[in-house]
Every structure is written in C-alpha cells, then in structure tokens.
Nanobody, 119 residues
Framework: QVQLEEPGGGLGQPGGSLRPSCAASGSLFSIDAMAWYPRAPGKQRELVAEIGSGGKINYADSVKGRFTISADNAGNVVYLQMNSLKPEDTAVYYC?????????????WGQGTQVTVSS
C-alpha cells in the first residue's frame, strides 16, 4: 500500500507563486514516475507535469515556462513550483505515483490539494 500526503497549495495572486508538495510512503517498490493532475471545476483531471525515475520530465503546454516539477534525492517527495500564476490554474491538484512495469502498472492518488488563484 502507498500513501501520498500533499501539504501546500493554498491561495495565490495572479502573477504570484505557490509550491505544493507530495510525499509518498509505504511499499514504494519500482517507482516509475510521479506527476501532478489538476482538476478544474467542471473539467476532467489532466496531466500538467510528470517526472520519471530517470529524471525525464514532461509538461503540458499550458504550464511550460511557468511550472517546474522536481523531486528529492530519494525520489519519494515531488514538488511543483508554480510561478506566474493565472486564474485558470485554479484547481484541485492531485499527486499521482506510478509503480511497477509496463505490463503491470499500479497508480496511487493523493487526496488533492486546493490551489486558488485570485486577486
């Protein structure tokens, strides 16, 4: 079993910054990637940033140049540095960890952290 804790998030102003984090614990065998999936009101959850165990990073076009995903040395904590915030970044941000192999992926989700961008 894997647990994900997501402190951070909160209220930010347009043009400002926030830095939510996600700490994974439990049976963390073969972590392949950790990622952030925000779900805005009335929309589906979508990937905005992902970091693989080998350091490969992917971003959605909507956040390129503004958001930076990083992980600690152990690879169990992932951060999302959110700069140049926009009101459309408002969403519940869910942390995801992918374990296992391509023939048998396991996905775990955090409880979500609210990010609100408003003046």
């Amino acid at each position: 079993q894997v647990q994900l804790e997501e402190p951070g998030g909160g209220l930010g102003q347009p043009g400002g910054s926030l830095r939510p984090s996600c700490a994974a614990s439990g049976s963390l065998f073969s972590i392949d990637a950790m990622a952030w999936y925000p779900r805005a009101p009335g929309k589906q959850r979508e990937l905005v940033a992902e970091i693989g165990s080998g350091g490969k990073i992917n971003y959605a076009d909507s956040v390129k140049g503004r958001f930076t995903i990083s992980a600690d040395n152990a690879g169990n904590v992932v951060y999302l540095q959110m700069n140049s915030l926009k009101p459309e970044d408002t969403a519940v941000y869910y942390c995801n960890v992918r374990l296992g192999s391509p023939t048998a992926w396991l996905h775990y989700w955090g409880q979500g952290t609210q990010v609100t961008v408003s003046s």
